[in-house]
C-alpha cells in the first residue's frame, strides 16, 4: 500500500470517529479523489469491525457508539456513588483540581459539595454546576460550544484552555478498559484532553465502575498501569485479575465507601 493511500484511510477512520457517520461523496470531494477511489478505501477500511458502510456512508459500528450522557448518569447510581464518595475523601479543602466530561467523574463532583475553596478546571458542565452551590469554590470553564446532550465542551481550544493550568489532581473516567490496560474513548479528542490534564497534576485519578472493563470503544489513549489512583466500584472479570494485581497498592475497590 502506497503511503498516500495509508495516511488516507487513516485520515478517513480518524474522521468516523470524530463524527460517528460520514458521506462517500463528502470523502471524495474532502479528500480530491474519485468516488471509485474512495469507494475502494471504505471497502477495505469495513473489512474489521469497527467501521461499516451503510446507504452511501460509512459509520462506526453499533458496538464502538456512545451511549447517551443521560442513560449513562442514570445507570449503576449506588456503584457511582461510592466511587465519588472514595476519590472526595483523598481532595481535602482548597485543593486545585480538573475534572474531565462523564458521568463518573460528575458523581466525584457532587461527592466533593461538602468540600470547601476548591478551585475546579473542566469543561463538564454538569460538574461545574454541582460544585457551583459552594460559595467559596473557584470554577473555571473553557470557552468554546456546548456539545449537546452531553454538556461538555471538547475542541482544540479546549487543550489550550487545560494548557494553562496546573492542578493538584485530575479526575477523570474512560470509555473502556481493554485487555492490557489500556483506556479507550469514543472520540480522539477525548483522549487529548485527559492527556492534557494527567501531564498537568501531580496526581491522576482514573474513576470508573465495573463495567467499563471489557468494553469497547474506538480510540486508544493512555493505560491503567499509568495512572496513580485508580477507584472502581467492584472487582471486574476474572480475566482482569493479573492487569488488577500490578495495581493493587494504587486500587480502590470502593464498595461499602457510599453513604
Excluded: W, Y
Excluded at 454538556?151 to 479546549?158: F, H, Q
Excluded at 479526575?171 to 481493554?178: K, P, Q, R, T, W
Excluded at 499509568?226 to 480475566?239: T, V
Aim: net charge negative; charged share 25%.
Amino acid at each position: 500500500m502506497s503511503s498516500k493511500k495509508k495516511k488516507r484511510r487513516e485520515a478517513i477512520s480518524a474522521l468516523v470517529l470524530e463524527q460517528g457517520a460520514v458521506t462517500v461523496g463528502s470523502l471524495a470531494e474532502r479528500f480530491d479523489v474519485s468516488m471509485q477511489t474512495i469507494r475502494r478505501d471504505v471497502d477495505a477500511l469495513c473489512e474489521g469491525e469497527m467501521l461499516h458502510r451503510v446507504h452511501g456512508r460509512i459509520e462506526l459500528s453499533e458496538e464502538f457508539l456512545n451511549t447517551p450522557f443521560d442513560q449513562r448518569a442514570g445507570t449503576n447510581l449506588m456503584g457511582k456513588r461510592a466511587i465519588g464518595e472514595a476519590a472526595a475523601n483523598l481532595i481535602p479543602d482548597g485543593a486545585t483540581l480538573f475534572i474531565s466530561i462523564g458521568s463518573t467523574p460528575l458523581s466525584v463532583a457532587r461527592a466533593l459539595r461538602r468540600r470547601k475553596g476548591l478551585t475546579i478546571i473542566t469543561n463538564n458542565l454538569s460538574a461545574a454546576m454541582a460544585l457551583s452551590e459552594e460559595v467559596s469554590n473557584r470554577i473555571i470553564l473553557p470557552g468554546g460550544e456546548l456539545r449537546l446532550p452531553d454538556r461538555d465542551i471538547l475542541g482544540n481550544d479546549v487543550l489550550d484552555f487545560f494548557g494553562r493550568f496546573r492542578a493538584d489532581f485530575a479526575v477523570f473516567g474512560a470509555a473502556g478498559v481493554a485487555d492490557d490496560g489500556g483506556l479507550l474513548e469514543f472520540h480522539t479528542t477525548e483522549v487529548s484532553a485527559t492527556q492534557k490534564i494527567c501531564e498537568n497534576a501531580q496526581q491522576s485519578f482514573l474513576v470508573i465502575d465495573g463495567s467499563k472493563f471489557g468494553r469497547q470503544a474506538p480510540a486508544l489513549g493512555g493505560n491503567i498501569a499509568d495512572m496513580d489512583q485508580i477507584i472502581i466500584d467492584r472487582q471486574p472479570g476474572d480475566q482482569f485479575a493479573p492487569l488488577l494485581k500490578k495495581i493493587n497498592e494504587r486500587l480502590i475497590v470502593a464498595e461499602g465507601h457510599a453513604t
